[in-house]
């Protein structure tokens, strides 16, 4: 059941109040000198191997080029064996990305199934709308829905970061079981890098937070000037599938509407659920 309006302003307080310490993640942004042709085929394969099959007009379209530019990433997708083309000129996720040629990942067919909520819980709060799964401790967003504001938060589609560093990853990381986080975070597996391993009593206690709460918000911890909510997405066995949240510049934020926030966060999560029970 989602939270109450009191519960949210309470949690709002004791998140702002109690957030890990230690410094934001610095947002990626582009290299001085970007080789845009390499940035365009990686993007092109990142979107096969989340969807399974596009045609050359639709990757034109994503990545905004010509379609002889994109006919041109594509074949050379083809020719390093990172995609695969079919009797109906549809490209598909090649031997280099392990997937099977005419079948989706799970985590292909969640996106698939959630993009047009995505879009609607655009529409409605008017930021950007993110949908991310988590892959032991790190966080990847599998989609993306930028809003139309001119000062918006950019797309993070195909991006990856520490789980408990962003949104999306503390919603599935507060869903582990105490052994399950303890061994995730295990000295040993951190053995060989010691200063990427969280403040444990402090990562314990932020979870507990959204526990409580029933949903997450992230005011810069993950990157400055940018303040964000999530909520989770959940399985018929109540399992945590992925986190569905949004993101906004943190000029934008007012903690009044907060509670109608997440209310609609709620809403479009209980959509997708509805959609993946079907």
């Known amino acids: 059941m989602p939270p109450t309006v009191a519960r949210i302003r309470s949690a709002e307080h004791e998140i702002l109040e109690s957030r890990t310490t230690g410094a934001a993640v610095e947002p990626k942004n582009p290299p001085a000198y970007v080789v845009t042709s390499a940035d365009h085929a990686l993007r092109a394969a990142v979107m096969l191997q989340l969807e399974g099959g596009l045609t050359v007009s639709q990757v034109a379209e994503r990545l905004g080029v010509a379609r002889s530019t994109a006919h041109r990433l594509l074949q050379t997708l083809v020719y ?12 598909h996720p090649g031997p280099v990305l392990e997937l099977a040629t005419h079948s989706q990942s799970r985590a292909s067919r969640l996106r698939a199934m959630a993009l047009t909520h995505l879009q609607r819980l655009v529409d409605i709060v008017g930021e950007t709308a993110n949908l991310t799964i988590r892959t032991g401790d790190t966080a990847r967003f599998i989609a993306s829905v930028e809003c139309g504001q001119a000062l918006r938060v950019g797309s993070r589609e195909g991006m990856v970061f520490p789980a408990h560093r962003v949104t999306a ?5 507060a869903a582990l079981e105490p052994a399950q986080l303890d061994d995730l975070y295990s000295e040993n597996r951190y053995a060989e890098r010691p200063g990427e391993r969280p403040d444990m009593s402090a990562l314990r206690a932020q979870l507990a937070r ?12 993950s990157e400055r000037g940018v303040v964000a909510i999530g909520v989770p997405i959940r399985d018929a066995d109540g399992t945590a599938l992925a986190g569905l949240s949004i993101s906004m510049p943190s000029v934008r934020y007012d903690h009044q509407r907060l509670p109608t926030l997440v209310a609609a966060l709620h809403r479009s999560a209980g959509a997708i659920e509805a959609d993946l029970g079907d």
Do not use: H, K, S
Not at 80 to 91: E, G
Not at 169 to 173: N, V
């Open 169 to 173: 990853g503390l919603i599935l990381l």
């Open 210 to 221: 959204v526990r409580r709460a029933g949903f997450a918000l992230n005011n810069g911890l």
């Open 80 to 91: 390093r064996d990172f995609a695969v083309q079919d009797d109906q000129r549809v490209y």
